[in-house]
C-alpha cells in the first residue's frame, strides 16, 4: 500500500469506528442470529462460498481492539467484482462496512482498520457481478494480555 | 564434587569440548583430549545460537519445569515436554548432566553434583573454542533475544552491559522482545550505537506508514555458503508487555509478508539457505513453520525449551536452545547445490563447574558488577525449600514474592506474573538481593491495588487462560499462569474458551461474581482494568524488606490450582502420564 491509498483508508476507517460502539456482552446464540441477519440483508438470503481467490490477512492476536488493521482482496479481475463486504461476527452490530472497487481502482483490493469488541471470526465477502458470494475468514483474538 | 571418572568422560562427552576446570581437570588431567571431543564437525558451516539468556551474566542454578501443560493434543512433544516424559522422549540417562539441565528431575541432588549453569564468561570459552577450530569465516553466531532483560546488572545499566557482553561473545544477528521494555529510543540508541551485532525483523512496522523499522533480513557468506537470514521479534510484544515502551510500531506474526520476503531471498538474492531466527515460542514456530515454504532451518526463542534434537516440519529443521544462558546450539552444516545433505547438532550445556572461563569476558562481567557488588551479593535471608519460577500455575519464588505484596497491600488476591525467567535457590542457600532483582528485574516494576468486580475478574483470568491452553499455537502467547495467592481454583484445560476455570475460592470462601474483591499486582497490565488503583513500592524493593523480616522462608511446594482433565505436570503426548 502507498501512502495515497493509506491515507484514503485511515479516512474510511474513522467513519467506520464512530458506528461500531462497544455494548456489553450478549449471548452467543443472539450474536450468531444477528451475524445471519447481517449477512442475510447484504446476499440476500445466499450463503457466500468459502474460496480461496478471496484473501482476508487479520492479526491473530489484536494489538488494540479499537484499531484492527485487516486487508482484504478478491484475485479476480476488478471488473468481475461488485463489492467486498466486512462483518465482525461477535460485534454488537456484525455488518462493518462495503468496499465497491472500480476499474481505477486496478485490483478488488481494500485495507483499513476495523473495531472489534472481543475475540470474533472477521468474514470478508467478495460480491461479484454475476450474483454469487465468496468469502474468506479469519479468527481474531482481543485479549487484555498480561504473560510475558 | 562427587564425580567419578566415568562422569566426568560423559560429561565432557556432552561437552563437546576439552574440559579444563579446577579439581576434575587435577584427577583427571591422564585423560587425552581426543577422547572428549565428542562433536563431529560438518561440512563448511557452524550456525551458533543462543535464546532467551535474560541478561545472566554469571552462573545460576536454573531448575526447568515441573509442570509444562498445555492443550492435550499439544502436550508431550517438544514445546510441551518436561520431566520423565522429557528423560523419555530424548532417551536421556538417568542422573546425567543432560537431566541436571534438562530436567526437574533430581534437581536439588544433581545440582550438588554438577553445580551452577551458565555465565558468559564460560559460554565464551565454548564460542571460541568453537571459533579457532572453524575460522571465524566458518561461524555465524545468532542470537533470538530476550537477551537484555533479567537481572540488576542489565537493568542498572539500561542494557549497557549486555550489549557489551554480547559484542565480547561476537553475536552476529539477534532479534528481541524484553530489549523493547527499555523503550523504543533506548533500543534505538544501543543497536545504532554500541551493538555490533545486526538487529532484523520483519514483523516491526510504523503504525502510520505501515514502513519496516528494521531491515526485515541480512545475508551473510558463511563458509562460502550465502545464507540469508529473516528476523522475526516476538509478535505479541504489544500486548504482553506496556504498549508506551513501542508507542508507534506494531508488531505480529506477519505470515504474508514472510513468505514473500523467503520467496526475495531464494528467487532474486539466490541465497543458498534460508533461516529464520526467530522469538516467536517453539509451538508457534513449528505451527508457522508447516504455513510458510521455503525456510530451510528456525532458530527459535521465547518459550525457553531446551531440545536437544531439531525437528522437522516438511524441509524445515528447528532448534531451540534453552534459556538463561545454560546453552549454546551448535549446528554444523554441508550444503551442496543449495540443500543441506548432512548436519550435526548438539545443545551444549554451559557447565560452569568444568569450563575454564575466558579472561577477557570475565573482566568485563566483573567491571560491569563492581559498582552494584556490594548491593547486589548482601545477604537478606535463607530458604528452607527449593525456591524456583517454572510452573504452568505455581511456583515457590512467585509465592514468597505474593506474600511480600500481601503484606504490603493487604490486598485479598495477589497476582504475579507467569513470566519463564528467574532463578533458581536451593534449599538451605541463603537469598540475596541479586537474587530478588533475578526475579523482578523490570523497567514497569511498580506494585498497583486496584478493585474489580468478581464476574470481571473471572473474565480475565479466562482470557490468560486462553492465551496459554488454546488449541492453536498461533493464539498462543508462550507464557505461563499467572499466579494468584488468596485464590485457589480449578481448571479443564480442554473446555472452550471461557469456560475452562471453576470451582474458585477466595481466602477459603466461595467465590462471589458479584462482589468487589481488592486485588493487587505487578508486571502486567491488569490495575488498567481495575477502578481506584493505588501505586506503591517497586517489587523489588517490597520482597527485599519482606525476606530481611522473614529472615527464613519456606513457602509450601503445593499448587493452589488443581488440572481437571490432566492428572500430572509432564505427560506424555495425548495428556497421558507416565
Known amino acids: 500500500m502507498n501512502r495515497r491509498s493509506f491515507l484514503k483508508t485511515t479516512a474510511v476507517a474513522a467513519s467506520l469506528a464512530a458506528v461500531a460502539p462497544i455494548v456489553n456482552v450478549k449471548s452467543a446464540k443472539a450474536d450468531e442470529n444477528k451475524f445471519k441477519e447481517a449477512l442475510n440483508k447484504i446476499t440476500g438470503g445466499k450463503t457466500p462460498k468459502t474460496s480461496s481467490d478471496v484473501k482476508l490477512v487479520a492479526p491473530n492476536i489484536a494489538e488494540n481492539g479499537a484499531v484492527v488493521p485487516i486487508k482484504a482482496s478478491v484475485n479476480l479481475p476488478v471488473e468481475q467484482v461488485k463489492a467486498i463486504h466486512v462483518f465482525a461476527k461477535d460485534n454488537p452490530n456484525p455488518y462493518v462496512f462495503s468496499f465497491y472497487p472500480t476499474t481505477q481502482n486496478g485490483e478488488a483490493f481494500i485495507s483499513t482498520r476495523i473495531k472489534l469488541a472481543k475475540t470474533t471470526e472477521v468474514y470478508a465477502v467478495a460480491e461479484l457481478n454475476d450474483g454469487t458470494f465468496l468469502q474468506a475468514f479469519k479468527k481474531v483474538k482481543v485479549t487484555i494480555g498480561g504473560c510475558g | ?578
Request: charged fraction near 25%.
Open chain 2, 1 to 578: 564434587m562427587n564425580l567419578t571418572r566415568r562422569d566426568f568422560l560423559e560429561l565432557a562427552a556432552v561437552l563437546g569440548l576439552t574440559a579444563t576446570g579446577g579439581d576434575a581437570l587435577a584427577k583427571l588431567n591422564k585423560l587425552k583430549p581426543e577422547e572428549v571431543f565428542e562433536f563431529k564437525p560438518v561440512g563448511n558451516v557452524t550456525l551458533l545460537h543462543i535464546c532467551d539468556l535474560h541478561a545472566h551474566l554469571k552462573p545460576l542454578y536454573f531448575r526447568e519445569p515441573s509442570t509444562l501443560l498445555s492443550h492435550p493434543s499439544l502436550v508431550g512433544e517438544p514445546g510441551f515436554l518436561c520431566g520423565e516424559a522429557y528423560l523419555d522422549y530424548y532417551g536421556i540417562k538417568r542422573g546425567s548432566i543432560r537431566q541436571y539441565f534438562d530436567t526437574a528431575v533430581d534437581f536439588v541432588e544433581l545440582a550438588h553434583k554438577y553445580g551452577k549453569m551458565g555465565g558468559v564468561a564460560y559460554m565464551a570459552t565454548i564460542v571460541k573454542n568453537i571459533i579457532a577450530e572453524r575460522g571465524r569465516d566458518r561461524v555465524l553466531f545468532m542470537d533470538s533475544g530476550d537477551t537484555w532483560q533479567g537481572t540488576a546488572v542489565a537493568l542498572f545499566t539500561k542494557a549497557k552491559a549486555i550489549v557489551d557482553v554480547q559484542n565480547a561473545l561476537g553475536i552476529d544477528v539477534m532479534v528481541g522482545h524484553w530489549e523493547f521494555t527499555y523503550g523504543k529510543d533506548r533500543v534505538m540508541e544501543l543497536i545504532d550505537n554500541h551493538l555490533k551485532a545486526e538487529f532484523i525483523s520483519q514483523n516491526i512496522f510504523d503504525e502510520m506508514w505501515e514502513e519496516p523499522v528494521f531491515k526485515p533480513y541480512t545475508i551473510r557468506e558463511v563458509g562460502g555458503v550465502k545464507i540469508g537470514v529473516i528476523g522475526n521479534s516476538y509478535p505479541y510484544t504489544p500486548i504482553a508487555n506496556p504498549r508506551e515502551f513501542i508507542q508507534g510500531w506494531t508488531f505480529g506474526i506477519r505470515m504474508e509478508n514472510l513468505q514473500q520476503i523467503v520467496d526475495e531471498l531464494r528467487n532474486d538474492k539466490k541465497v543458498d539457505l534460508v533461516v529464520l531466527l526467530s522469538h516467536d515460542g517453539f509451538a508457534l514456530d513449528i505451527a508457522l513453520a508447516k504455513n510458510i515454504k521455503g525456510i530451510d532451518i528456525l532458530f527459535s526463542g521465547h518459550t525457553h525449551d531446551p531440545a536437544p534434537k531439531p525437528i522437522f516440519v516438511g524441509n524445515t529443521m528447528i532448534v531451540i536452545a534453552g534459556s538463561h544462558g545454560k546453552y549454546v546450539g551448535r549446528l554444523d552444516l554441508e550444503v551442496k547445490n543449495r540443500k543441506i545433505v548432512r548436519y550435526n547438532y548438539k545443545l551444549i550445556p554451559v557447565a560452569s563447574n568444568f569450563i575454564k572461563p575466558d579472561p577477557e569476558v570475565e573482566k568485563l562481567v566483573n567491571h560491569y558488577y563492581k559498582p552494584y557488588e556490594k548491593k547486589l551479593s548482601q545477604v537478606i535471608g535463607k530458604t528452607e525449600t527449593l525456591l524456583y519460577k517454572r510452573d504452568t500455575f505455581y511456583s515457590t519464588f512467585d509465592r514468597v514474592i505474593s506474600e511480600a505484596i500481601r503484606e504490603e497491600t493487604d490486598a485479598e488476591i495477589v497476582f504475579t506474573p507467569g513470566y519463564r525467567w528467574g532463578t533458581t535457590v536451593l534449599p538451605g542457600e541463603d537469598i540475596t538481593v541479586d537474587n530478588v532483582y533475578e526475579m523482578t528485574a523490570i523497567t514497569y516494576p511498580d506494585v498497583y491495588r486496584f478493585e474489580m468486580k468478581g464476574s470481571q475478574l473471572k473474565m480475565i483470568l479466562e482470557d490468560i487462560a486462553d492465551n496459554v491452553f488454546n488449541e492453536n499455537p498461533l493464539y498462543q502467547q508462550g507464557g505461563d499462569m499467572s499466579r494468584l495467592l488468596g485464590m485457589e481454583y480449578e481448571i479443564k484445560i480442554t473446555a472452550p474458551m471461557g469456560k475452562r476455570i471453576r470451582n474458585i475460592r477466595v481466602n477459603g470462601k466461595p467465590f462471589d461474581p458479584n462482589r468487589y474483591y481488592v486485588l493487587a499486582a505487578w508486571g502486567g497490565n491488569l490495575h488498567r482494568a481495575g477502578r481506584n488503583p493505588k501505586k506503591f513500592r517497586p517489587v523489588y524493593d517490597i520482597v527485599i524488606d519482606y525476606i530481611k523480616r522473614e529472615k527464613v522462608v519456606k513457602p509450601p511446594m503445593k499448587s493452589n490450582v488443581k488440572v481437571i482433565d490432566i492428572p500430572c505436570g509432564c505427560p506424555k503426548k495425548g495428556g497421558i502420564c507416565p
